[in-house]
Every structure is written in C-alpha cells, then in structure tokens.
C-alpha cells in the first residue's frame, strides 16, 4: 500500500548578518528533522538576502530560504519548533500545497536539495541612515502649477474664486 502525505512548503528568513556555517548548520538541520519524522524533502532552496517588507528585530533584510517537502502535520509541528528555538531565524511560514501525495512516487533531483549558502551582509549593508528609517529623508521638488496672475504680477484670488463660484454653478 502507498504511502500517502500532504505536500509543503515552508519558507523561513534568517538573520542578514549569519554565517555561511551557520546557514548550513540551519538547512542540515531542517532536512534531518524532515528525515527523522518520516517526511521527503524535495527541494532546497537558498533565494539570498531580500528587503524585507518590514523592520524584523531591528532588521530591514534576510536571508530567505524555502523549502518543500512531504508529511504530515506532525513534521509541521516539529520542524517549526526547531525553527522557533534558533535565534538566527527571524521569521517562518509554512504553507500546505496539496493534501493527499503519494510520497513514493515523487521524485527527488539530488541538486534541488543541495543548499547553498550566500556570504553574511557586511556591516555597512546592515546600517541604514538613520533619517531613512525614521522617514525624514528630504522629500524631492516637486514643480508647482503656475497660479494666474493679474496685470501687476500679484496673484488675482478674486478672479481665481470667481472661476471656481462658476463652476460649481455649472455643475448643480
């Protein structure tokens, strides 16, 4: 009888400045938890260091990595519990795809579960300007319509306020 499973995909972020050990210690132990609670892993991916959409302990990028693998909902359980432990894990997500899998008749490539790790943000790449995380950057110029003017180069606000008067007439 067939082996029968749901199909995931999880996709965690990790700290931008973790080392290259450090990413691969993380992605050896996701896959040893996948094996360990009798899952497949089928692909591995390192999608590199991404902004993120907002600042996540003090930090405005990650390093993303997605992986999709086959089991059950306790593998779910304990392959997130791992990731909560690690303190290089900002953030996880964990997504079910389809709900009934034949695990033996998917097929694993051996080079979608080889994981990659990118080399640690420098400090320079972690420290923003502080005005552009506060939102005080300067604003650009922006060109303003020129206004009517009347004949002694003052702005004729009884003539602007009457076109406006007329207009609102026309319209009711």
Do not use: C, H
């Amino acid at each position: 009888m067939p082996r029968r499973a749901r199909e995931y995909e999880t996709i965690y972020v990790l700290r931008p400045d973790v080392t290259r050990e450090a990413q691969e210690r993380i992605a050896a132990r996701v896959s040893e938890t996948v094996a360990r609670e009798g899952g497949k892993l089928t692909n591995l991916e390192n999608w590199g260091r991404r902004q993120l959409a907002y600042t996540v302990s003090k930090f405005r990028r990650g390093v993303y990595v997605y992986v999709r693998y086959l089991g059950n909902g306790a593998l779910v359980a304990e392959l997130e519990r791992n990731l909560r432990m690690l303190d290089d894990v900002l953030k996880y997500q964990t997504v079910q795809l389809r709900a009934d899998v034949d695990i033996d008749s998917v097929e694993v490539a051996p080079e979608n579960v080889q994981f990659e790790a990118v080399e640690p943000a420098t400090e320079a790449e972690l420290e923003e300007p502080i005005e552009r995380l506060l939102g005080l950057e300067q604003a650009p110029e922006r060109e303003r319509a020129p206004r009517p003017e009347s004949e002694e180069g003052d702005v004729d606000l009884d003539a602007e306020e009457a076109a406006v008067g007329e207009a609102e007439e026309e319209e009711s």
